[in-house]
């Protein structure tokens, strides 16, 4: 798990490319939020104060057929360089690591930073081709992995370059999220609670099964608790069901009791007639047990008593890690499940690492993001993290 960082290596002089997440929102070629350029500004900075020549690249949005001008990182280039206070060179080249690319690197001196243009423009980028990552190797002398969002896939600029370039080693973002998440993992305090929810029981189903290998207490809410209550032989009317994964549920619940875990499914529940239309539009709504949902009713949150018996939960851990909203949390109504957790590991002791994605969404909405331990910048990434899946993106850093 240890792997060699950016405070490991000798970078004066040297070339170094840096594989960022700047997969930023953007509406009208404008960028409407810069939290993951911020987010690697402690990497990039330093890299430059150590002397070297900073080369970045990423991926932006899902071009399929080649270059897109709307993909383009251009305005990346711009809001860095504002955040730096001192120039990016943009290296606006279709081909990436094309006759442009390599012109501004041959530019460059100690200290300066070069953009590359979005690798997915390069359709051998998700193909892990051979020949895109020999391309990006012969522009640096060293590589930096510093993008926990896409190291869960092997493409080009996630692993493919490892093989061409040395030394390859994580930046402080990543190297964060390897000791948080791998320490919660692999030698928590404890109690250890881990919360899990979101709407798709198939999401999680590798996640269930190795967190139970670790956890001392198991939280399901979300649509995915659904399945595990039909597994218990309740009826529950029109809510989220995966017919297919009652078995699996059953075994799981089988599975904690042997192995001496904890499962706590929700109480009660809060049911609708139907989703919202708008998702954050009104909705009227009943609390039930979660034993007694009317066959004409959706359940769409965790009830009252539910969310007391999973925040006493919470308050009792040493160390709590979070996946997937309690409910239908960009509703008003609907997410009061989701704001006990989230204040209930607020107000904690305990260390507390939301997972990404809803949940990190989630916190950021509620205004108790600065209150949590870490927050994951990779919701796909930590999920594969918590399945005890190897990432790719990861596997080939050089280790300590």
């Not at 992995?145 to 493919?160: I, K």
């Not at 009713?297 to 996946?323: C, H």
Request: proline share 4%; glycine share 10%.
């Amino acid at each position: 798990m240890a792997k060699k960082t950016v405070d490991d290596i000798q970078v004066q002089g040297k070339r170094v490319l840096v594989r960022c997440d700047f997969n930023v929102p953007m509406k009208d070629g404008v960028i409407t939020n810069d939290k993951r350029i911020v987010a690697a500004l402690p990497t990039i900075q330093k890299l430059i104060a150590d002397g070297a020549k900073v080369i970045l690249c990423s991926h932006l949005g899902k071009p399929k057929n080649g270059p897109e001008a709307k993909f383009s990182l251009a305005p990346v280039a711009v809001r860095l360089s504002e955040l730096l206070g001192k120039p990016v060179v943009f290296a606006d080249d279709d081909l990436v690591a094309g006759e442009k690319a390599q012109a501004a690197v041959a530019a460059m001196k100690d200290g300066d930073v070069v953009l590359l243009q979005n690798t997915r423009f390069r359709k051998e980028e998700t193909k892990n081709i051979e020949t895109f990552s020999k391309e990006l190797a012969a522009l640096a002398d060293a590589y930096v992995d510093d993008a926990f969002g896409s190291c869960h896939r092997a493409h080009c600029s996630t692993a493919g370059v490892t093989a061409f370039t040395s030394p390859n080693v994580a930046g402080y973002l990543i190297g964060k999220e390897l000791s948080i998440m791998g320490k919660a993992l692999e030698n928590a305090d404890r109690p250890f609670v881990a919360v899990l929810g979101g709407a798709k029981i198939e999401d999680k189903l590798n996640v269930i099964n190795n967190l139970l290998e670790k956890v001392d207490t198991l939280i399901i809410g979300g649509g995915m608790a659904f399945t595990f209550l039909k597994a218990k032989g309740y009826e529950v009317g029109k809510s989220l069901l995966d017919e297919s994964k009652i078995d699996y549920c059953k075994d799981m619940m089988a599975k904690a009791a042997e192995k001496g875990v904890k499962l706590l499914l929700p109480i009660d529940t809060v049911c609708a007639a139907g989703f919202p239309d708008p998702i954050d539009g009104p909705v009227e709504t009943c609390v039930v047990d979660s034993d007694k949902i009317p066959a004409d009713m959706e359940g769409l949150d965790i009830g009252p008593k539910t969310r007391e018996l999973f925040a006493e939960a919470v308050k009792s851990a040493k160390t709590v890690v979070w996946n997937g909203p309690m409910g239908v949390f960009e509703n008003p109504t609907l997410a009061q499940g989701t704001l006990a957790v989230a204040q209930a590991m607020a107000d904690s002791e305990a260390v507390t690492i939301i997972g990404g994605g809803d949940s990190a969404a989630a916190v950021e909405q509620m205004g108790l993001a600065a209150k949590m331990t870490h927050i994951s910048t990779g919701g796909g990434a930590s999920l594969e993290f918590l399945e005890g899946k190897t990432l790719p993106g990861v596997a080939c850093l050089d280790d300590k």
